[in-house]
């Protein structure tokens, strides 16, 4: 007797498939709730003790900042004891960035003096204690940017493990310096040209070095463009200036993340696209980035990770390698009116494609007021920066936050978590 086997198949359709996200969000966290203002803030993960370190500005009074912190639990993201002061000086301190030393474990945080533009270093322990005296660099010049309330920043720093260094970018013209881990100072980087805002990187797969900046030097449109440079670990240039783009309108503010899955850099920024009647200020922004590998080739087109909410501006990015995909966010408002604006983001697998769409992070509420023409009296969430737990592979986003109070003098600083969890989206077939 033959017999007849039948069975069914069901086939995920690879054309329709995407492998989605979805994210998860912890519960909001008040890092520092200190009477005054606390803002413009940075991040670093330290992976043997779990903790990470938040760095910002406390002002003192107008255009008058010290460097403050305080370390935090990897887990829950609760503060560990009360801030402390890492830098102070008579004429003020802004624009604070800071690295984990996997070797030594401490940190370093880097800043610029105000009035002479001075760039400053300062290790800091493991206990989130200053370490030894703060370093000179050299200067850092440019714009943060037209108000306090809107700054990129001036100086960026990044860790290399394998030559146990720093690299720091600085700005006006852009150049670099090489830091041993006791902060003197190594290399100079010679300048590459006209330019600001400096975002910094290392490949450990490369042991070369990616900084990005505003261009002016090489730009076709008369606004700043996107550029970045390769260097060797000795601060060597490789290679030829990368033009990242050059459009009709400036773009500013990069960031940049290292993925070491792929030895690739995925760079960020916020692009200025035109105008829109009846908001002030009227211009409309989208955040975008580029793949480029650590041979200082691009891979593949610009991304466009948020061109809907017409306006996006200073962006942060970084990469987790347990979930394999970056968390790009921002500070946007989907009308345009930066008096409203919220913290968003959105997940990128490694090939640049969307592993989510763009997504609420914080949203403080609307008090409905249009006052003022400053982004100081307006933004009600700003600035947000991300670093990962590389044990956990969540990310940990910090920002600056004012509510609805819309007073420069009352700022704090908080942060949440954010969860990749997959949800692959497909059609099925019966065969």
Known sequence: MRRTYFFIAFVMVTGMFHAGFAQELGNPIIITGAAGGQQFPDVAYNSRDNTFLVV?????AENFYEIHGVLVNGESGQPLGEPTVFMAANIGIDAPEIAYNSRDNEFVVVARRRGNDMALAR???????????IVELGPSYGPTFFDSASRAR?????YNQTENQYFV???EPMTGQILFADLS????VDQIGAGTNPAVAWSSVSNVYLMAWEDRVVRNTGSENLSAQLFTNTGIFIGDTILLRDQDFAEESPRVAYNPDDDQFLVVWDERIGFSEGLDPMTLTDTIGQIVSADGSLVGSPIPIEAGTAYTLRQDVDYSSPAGLYLVVWKGDESGDFAFADIFGRLINRDGSFASDAFLIYDAGDDNTDEGTSEQYYDESKLP?????????AFFVVWEEAGTTRNPDDRDIMARFVAAQPSPVGEWMIL
């Open 56 to 60: 910002w500005e406390d002002v003192l």
């Open 123 to 133: 290790r800091i322990s493991a206990q989130g204690r200053p370490v030894g005296e």
């Open 154 to 158: 001036v100086v960026s720093v990044v």
């Open 169 to 171: 970018g600085l700005g």
């Open 185 to 188: 100072l190594d290399l100079p």
């Open 385 to 393: 920066v991300v670093a990962v737990n590389t044990n956990t592979g």
